[in-house]
């Protein structure tokens, strides 16, 4: 037999160490859990029901009356950010719904929507606790409440998903209690701009976001900068809106709570908006052409 000389030895030794299987322990486990909030306003309560059988696609959630405080109507909110599609199946399945792709790839349902915040076809930039619709029947409910899934990154229905830090598992039903937008800013882009004007853009900024809204009943344009972070503390904030060939309409100044609202009557015309939180800036291309 052949001497092997202590070289090529601790060689063999290595090579055979690393063809080992390693314990599972070794392998370094890769986290992408979005955290949810409840798809409601801050401090509304409502049963979540993963009700089974025969809950299509089972694992989803329908979010119920509680107590005496009725569902229909209420806002809904994104339970996380991302990017939100709007929908229309008319009277059956979903109805009016949407879905929100996350950033790392799950996915959010909210489906049997009485209105939504843009047109189906649309799609826009959300944060958690961005309104996004209002509860409904339409599609094939038999009775207004709001149909919400969990996907994850694969399209699998989440069977035990978890809102506000409450997992609700195949065949419970559970009172949650929003915290979405608790502490945050008390108006909303709708408020601000007034009766008639709806969210149809939004784009983040450092502390808050900017929003481009829309009156169909006088084709004015309507742009308001909210603030999400060091909320009623007065700091240096703007809003502006430019129809095309027309002049920038710009409101500057030290808010506690929001710049603008900026509004401009723009038939016919592609506009430019956008706003600043500080030294964060959003300037939007013309676009959304009446």
């Known amino acids: 037999m052949p001497k092997i000389g202590k070289a ?64 229909n109507g209420e806002t809904v909110r994104a339970t996380a950010a991302g990017t939100a599609y709007f929908y229309d199946a008319g009277n059956t399945s979903y109805g009016k719904w949407i879905e929100i792709r996350h950033g790392d790839g799950t996915r959010t349902r909210y489906a049997h929507l009485a209105t939504m915040v843009r047109a189906a076809g649309g799609s826009l930039s959300v944060g958690q ?19 919400y899934e969990q996907r994850t990154s694969t399209g699998a229905v989440d069977t035990s998903p978890t809102v506000d830090g409450v997992t609700v598992s195949l065949g419970q039903k559970k009172a949650v209690t929003s ?82 609202p900026v509004i401009r009557s723009a038939p016919g015309q592609c506009v430019r908006w956008g706003g600043s939180i500080g030294s964060s800036t959003y300037t939007s291309p013309f676009e959304h052409c009446d």
């Open 179 to 260: 915290t979405n937008a608790c502490g945050g800013n008390p108006y909303t882009p709708e408020e601000v701009c007034g009766s008639g004007y709806g969210v149809i853009d939004s784009a983040a900024l450092t502390g808050g976001r900017v929003y481009l809204l829309y009156n169909s009943g006088n084709s004015a344009n309507c742009v308001v900068t909210l603030k999400t972070t060091n909320v009623g503390t007065p700091s240096s904030m703007s809003a502006f809106l430019e129809p095309q060939g027309s002049t920038r309409t710009t409101n500057s100044g030290s808010f506690g709570y929001y710049a603008g």
């Open 129 to 147: 606790g961005t309104a996004i619709g209002t509860v409904g029947s339409t599609g094939g409910s038999t009775a207004p409440h709001l149909h």
């Open 8 to 71: 090529a030895l601790l060689a063999a030794l290595a090579l055979a160490a690393a063809l080992l299987p390693r314990p599972a322990s070794a392998d370094p486990v890769e986290t992408l859990a979005t955290s949810h909030k409840s798809p409601f306003n801050c401090g509304k309560t409502f049963y979540a029901n993963n009700w089974t059988p025969d809950h299509s696609p089972s694992g989803a959630i329908d979010w119920q009356d509680y107590g005496g405080d009725d569902i």
